[in-house]
Structures are given as structure tokens and as C-alpha cells.
């Protein structure tokens, strides 16, 4: 970092300035009006003495360049419930761009939360060029559905489904956090942090509800009139949140979904699954568009939330009762990372049918794997095959014949899952 510049949490002087910064970096946030800024301004001094969400800004001579938002999570990894340190609404003073002030920013946040015994981060890029490079790892694509309503299966049950008001929204958060609990990479509803849905005057909520009268899933969704559109008669439903404990939860929202075809004329739904199609009694998306050769358009993708590793030793020593696959082996991890330079190099782990424990640095391993570590951070949790990896050369085996067996041993049952906009 430069001389004279120190990053240090915000206070309620430095908040005004802060939110003109943040209408200038996200439009999007409409603070074009005093009133508006004036009421985000509010907001954030409200909380900041909140104890999950931190700001930060980096400062040089008393000047704010910038800033950004912290995020202590309580995120399950596979079994394991681990701190996890999220980064959002990374803001940089117009006057101040291309002066490294996010680098600053970034490199701040990744030693505030390995220094914290956080073993990952995690954030949601606005370019993910530039914070791959920095040692983010991509997460799962994101896939947008755009469905008839007469495409989805008529056989749940429907009539289970109620629209929950302000007396069911407890049982909102208890299932989500529920789901969380045992959902790989699933992030807890903290007490100060209310969910996102709760809080917009625009969305629905429905709940679907199994005989005993628990809330076993719910949707999140809202009306939207579709671009150039003048059938006002005629909408989009938007699903902006599908949560359900079961595949019997699942059915009965999706029948109550497909009973609005009378007036939507399609279901928008965004997913991580990459098998959401085979719900579908028709897949194409409406675009008629074809991949070469005969393949048809059935939805868009997108890359978003992704993975790092602050801190490979406590990564593999958290979680203690994990089974990475059935292997058994020594393998020495060899990492390349710039920007946490104490992680640079090699770790030696020993797996017994899967159960992995740390070593010597000095101990003889089998086999060597070395890659970057976003490539690594995406492997161990899951978001990609290491013969994905070996194939495109992003990883390096000393012994070719063992790729099958660590492609085994680093397959995960289920990528993960993120529900968390922050």
C-alpha cells in the first residue's frame, strides 16, 4: 500500500461522502435525488455498529478513496459450518480511478479475514477478469429459465400453498436456515440480517406447507410487464427465490406457478441447477434459436459469485470429518498466489479413504498437483473437475497416471449452493 494511505472502518462523518461515491459507482441504486441519498445515508448509520456487516474505507491524508462493505458469514462447507468472509459494494472515488485504490481494497479484505481464521472469501464480481487475477476462483454459473407456464408439471399439490404474511416470516428464516445447515455452501440468515425478499414492497411470498402445517418450502416472486409489451393483461412472473426442503415442496409451488398461465405468459426462473430442465415438459426458452448442429436454446448463463482461498492448511484442517472421495494418498498441493504470498507453495496433505490430515512440508507425497489458486479454490469446493483443470493445462500432475484418482478424490456429490445476494 501507499505511503500515507490506511484502511479503516467508516464513521457516521464519513458516510455522506460515502454514499455519493456509491450512487457514482452503482446508478443503479437511484441516489440521483438528495432524498435518496439522504435516506441510504440513514441506513448505513444504522448499522454500522451491526455485529455480521463492517465499512471500510481506504484513506490517504484523511481523504476517502474508496470503500467497501464486509460480510462475517456462517457458510456450510459440505458438513462443516465455517467463517467465511464476503466483500461487496466495492466503490472507488471517480477522481481517484486507476490509482489501485480497489487493489488496496481487496488486499485489505483478504488478510482482515485469514488473519480472522477465515479459510475462505467470497465475493460477487463486478469484473471477473479483475478479480480472477487477484486469486478468485469462478463458482457455479448461473442459469436464467425462461418457461410457458404449461411447461411445468401439473402433479404437486397446489393447494397446500398460502401466501404468507408477516406472521409467517419467522418460519421463512427457520427453513432457509434449516436448508443451510446441511447445504453445501449455503450461507445462514443472520439475526441483524433480514432476507433480501422480506424487504421489497414488489415481491410475493408463497409458502407450501406439508400436512404437520410446516412451512416445507417457499417462492419468491413478482409480476413484470415484459419490454415492448402492450397486452397489459399479460405479464412475466419473475421467480426471484425457490427454496424447498423436498422434491414434494418443489412440485407443489411449481403447480401453483403453472395455474398463473391465465395471465403470465412466462416463468422466469433463475437457477444454479443444471438440471432444471428435466422438470420441464418443453425446455426451449421461446428464443427459437439453434446451436450448431441441432441444439435448442433452452436458457442464458452467467458466471457470478466466486471462491478464494485464504488459507489452505485451515481449509483442510476445518473440516476434519470430511470425505474427500475414498482415495488414499499423500499429495503435495502447490499453489501460486501473489497476493497472499505466505500461501505460495506447497502443503502436503494425507488422505485415508478420503479423510484428509496435514503433514510435514518435508513429508514424501505420491503425486504433485500444482495450479493457481482461484483454480484451487474453485476445486476444493467443488465447482469444477480436476480433469476439467488437467485438460485445459490450468493444473500440473507429476504423475499423469494419477489425474483419474485425484479427479476422484476432489469430486464433490454437489457443487454449491448460494442464495446470498450481497
Known amino acids: 500500500m501507499e505511503e500515507g494511505r490506511e484502511v479503516r472502518p467508516l464513521t457516521a462523518d464519513d458516510v455522506d461522502i460515502w454514499v455519493e461515491m456509491l450512487g457514482n459507482a452503482y446508478p443503479v441504486m437511484d441516489l440521483h435525488t438528495r432524498e435518496a441519498r439522504e435516506a441510504q445515508a440513514a441506513r448505513i448509520r444504522e448499522r454500522l455498529d451491526a455485529p455480521t456487516v463492517r465499512w471500510y474505507g481506504l484513506f490517504q491524508d484523511d ?9 462475517d458469514f456462517q457458510m456450510t462447507c459440505f458438513e462443516t459450518p465455517l467463517l467465511v468472509g464476503g466483500v ?3 466503490a472507488v472515488d471517480l477522481a481517484h480511478k486507476k490509482e489501485h ?12 479475514y485469514r488473519d480472522r481464521g477465515a479459510p475462505l472469501g467470497i465475493l460477487y464480481p463486478f469484473r471477473p477478469d479483475f478479480y480472477h487475477a487477484m486469486g478468485f476462483g469462478y463458482g457455479v454459473k448461473m442459469n436464467s429459465y425462461r418457461v410457458a407456464p404449461a411447461a411445468l408439471p401439473a402433479r404437486g399439490n397446489r393447494s397446500r400453498v398460502r401466501f404468507l404474511r408477516d406472521e409467517g416470516r419467522a418460519s421463512v428464516v427457520s427453513l432457509h436456515n434449516t436448508l443451510a445447515a446441511r447445504t453445501h455452501g449455503m450461507i445462514a440468515l443472520a439475526p441483524d440480517a433480514a432476507p433480501y425478499y422480506l424487504a421489497r414492497p414488489e415481491l410475493r411470498l408463497a409458502g407450501w406447507y406439508g400436512e ?22 399479460l405479464q412475466d412472473i419473475v421467480v426471484h427465490e425457490l427454496v424447498y426442503a423436498d422434491s414434494e415442496a418443489l412440485l407443489g409451488l411449481l403447480a401453483f406457478l403453472r395455474a398463473q398461465r391465465d395471465q403470465a405468459q412466462a416463468i422466469i426462473f433463475h437457477t444454479l441447477s443444471d438440471s432444471f430442465h428435466y422438470l420441464l415438459t418443453d425446455p426451449r426458452n421461446g428464443s427459437q ?3 450448431p448442429h441441432v441444439y435448442h436454446e433452452s436458457n442464458t448463463q452467467g458466471v457470478g459469485l466466486m471462491y478464494r482461498l485464504l488459507d489452505v492448511r485451515r481449509f483442510f484442517a476445518a473440516l476434519p470429518d470430511h470425505r474427500f472421495g475414498a482415495e488414499t494418498l499423500t499429495l503435495r498441493l502447490t499453489l501460486r498466489d501473489s497476493f497472499l504470498p505466505e500461501q505460495d507453495g506447497g502443503v502436503v496433505v494425507r488422505f485415508e479413504r478420503g479423510a484428509a490430515r496435514l503433514e510435514p512440508d518435508d513429508t514424501p507425497a505420491d503425486v504433485e498437483l500444482r495450479l493457481a489458486v482461484g483454480d484451487a479454490s474453485a476445486l476444493l469446493m467443488g465447482c469444477v473437475s ?8 490450468l493444473a500440473e500432475v507429476s504423475d499423469e497416471r494419477a489425474v483419474s484418482r485425484l479427479d476422484a478424490l476432489f469430486h464433490a456429490e454437489r457443487p454449491p449452493v448460494c442464495l446470498t445476494p450481497f
Open 212 to 233: 404437520d402445517g410446516t412451512l416445507r418450502g417457499y417462492l419468491a416472486f413478482a409480476f413484470e410487464l415484459p419490454d415492448s409489451h402492450m397486452n397489459f393483461v
Open 289 to 291: 434459436r439453434l446451436t
Open 88 to 90: 461487496g459494494m466495492v
Open 386 to 393: 480436476l480433469r476439467g483443470l488437467y485438460d485445459f493445462g
Open 101 to 112: 485504490v480497489a487493489r488496496d481494497l481487496i488486499s485489505f479484505y483478504l488478510r482482515h
Open 63 to 71: 481523504t476517502l478513496l474508496g470503500g467497501m462493505r464486509l460480510h
